[in-house]
């Protein structure tokens, strides 16, 4: 399936391969007696030298434990990352705004606390932290997105990260959600959303000098639909509640804001705003819903393919398919043939199957053990 990919680059270049764990979601934590047990069917996924991503709690920095996944996912021919979170509000369905110091402006107390976690972690080479999660969304946010307050938090993070260990740790912004709309202040479904240019616009007028803060840009590349549609459809919609039609007019012609090549439209608004710093973009999140869930599940929107189907749909994201051809001319690019991309964390492997069962790679019991790979998934060639 990727032969012509092996030839033109070589059977030993790096994989581009990652995956998202849920050892804790915000809500769940598994026991960390069945983390290596995840981190082993990550590897099986994603290959010697592919990526793993866990979210780390504000109010859960205990260096000791995490320290299990750090180590774990080393001994598995694994490269750790760090999301730096706030705190979860199941009641409210949301995630907390990060506290402010006494000033009601910097985040300084919170980027020290994050600071001393990941200064107190051992891994070899670098760590790559991201900082945050789709701040665009309310929901994200104590429900409503604050531009200004996300580009202070990530500067005073990032500061801190990078004092103490700067070229060891490697800082990513949290990647925006490219299907939010723009709800000027109207809450739908429960939250108040802004549309992605929007936020970057925002985030540039209140903390200009936020950018040099970031090491490589990070990105949402969800397929259309969102979760259903195959790689090679995209499209350029922005959803606005004043506005009767999505607007549908990209800036050039060509790009596109929705697809597994979404990360262009981010990149070329950054560089109108003067931003043209970011040599590669990580694909912190990507993939396909199924409905081959084990119980019903809350993730059930847009899971309406086979795992079957998500698991070639994956194939042809990163190698191509019948559709591409990389002597011609296309409107997306798989991401293992484009230059511009670093890494592709899928999301993801395996959370409660009651909250992520559309979305999780691994079936699993009630306390996190692995029962094995979905057969859909089981089938994907070892990278």
Do not use: C
């Not at 205990?62 to 979170?85: C, F, S, T, V």
């Not at 398919?321 to 798989?334: I, L, M, V």
């Not at 991309?341 to 306390?367: C, E, I, M, S």
């Amino acid at each position: 399936m990727h032969t012509a990919w092996q030839e033109h680059y070589g059977k030993d270049a790096p994989t581009k391969w990652g995956i998202h764990l849920l050892l804790d979601d915000g809500e769940i934590q598994w026991p960390t007696e069945v983390w290596d047990d995840h981190l082993a069917y990550a590897r099986r996924l994603v290959g010697e030298g592919g990526y793993v991503l866990q979210l780390v709690r504000l109010g859960d920095l205990d260096a000791e434990k995490w320290q299990i996944y750090i180590d774990r996912a080393i001994a598995h021919g694994l490269k750790p990352m760090i999301r730096l979170a706030s705190n979860s509000d199941p009641r409210n369905e949301r995630w907390t705004a990060p506290p402010k110091d006494a000033n009601g402006e910097t985040y300084h107390a919170v980027a020290q606390e994050f600071a001393r976690f990941v200064s107190s972690l051992s891994y070899p080479g670098v760590l790559y932290v991201t900082v945050g999660n789709e701040p665009n969304r309310g929901d994200e946010w104590g429900g409503t997105p604050k531009p200004a307050e996300y580009a202070q938090l990530l500067l005073d993070v990032s500061s801190a990260l990078h004092a103490d260990g700067r070229g060891k740790v490697l800082v990513l912004n949290g990647a925006l959600d490219q299907y939010a709309p723009h709800t000027h202040g109207v809450a739908i479904n429960g939250f108040e959303a802004m549309e992605a240019h929007a936020f970057l616009d925002a985030m540039n007028e209140a903390v200009p000098s936020v950018w040099d803060s970031i090491d490589i840009w990070a990105s949402h590349a969800y397929p259309m639909g969102p979760f259903q549609e195959p790689p090679n459809s995209s499209e350029f919609r922005i959803d606005d509640v004043y506005l009767d039609e999505p607007w549908r007019s990209p800036p050039v012609p060509g790009l596109t804001n929705r697809g597994i090549n979404s990360y262009r439209s981010e990149l070329y608004h950054l560089n109108r705003l003067g931003v043209n710093r970011f040599e590669k973009v990580f694909i912190t999140e990507s993939g396909w819903r199924h409905r081959d869930t084990q119980v019903a599940s809350r993730d059930s929107a847009g899971a309406t393919i086979s795992a079957d189907r998500a698991a070639s749909n994956l194939i042809g994201a990163f190698y191509g398919d019948g559709t591409w051809d990389r002597y011609s001319a296309n409107s997306w690019t798989p991401w293992m043939w484009d230059p511009d991309v670093q890494g592709v964390v899928l999301f993801a492997l395996g959370g409660a199957p009651n909250k992520w069962g559309h979305t999780n790679y691994l079936d699993l019991d009630d306390r996190g053990q692995v029962l094995g790979l979905k057969p859909g998934f089981a089938a994907l060639p070892k990278q």
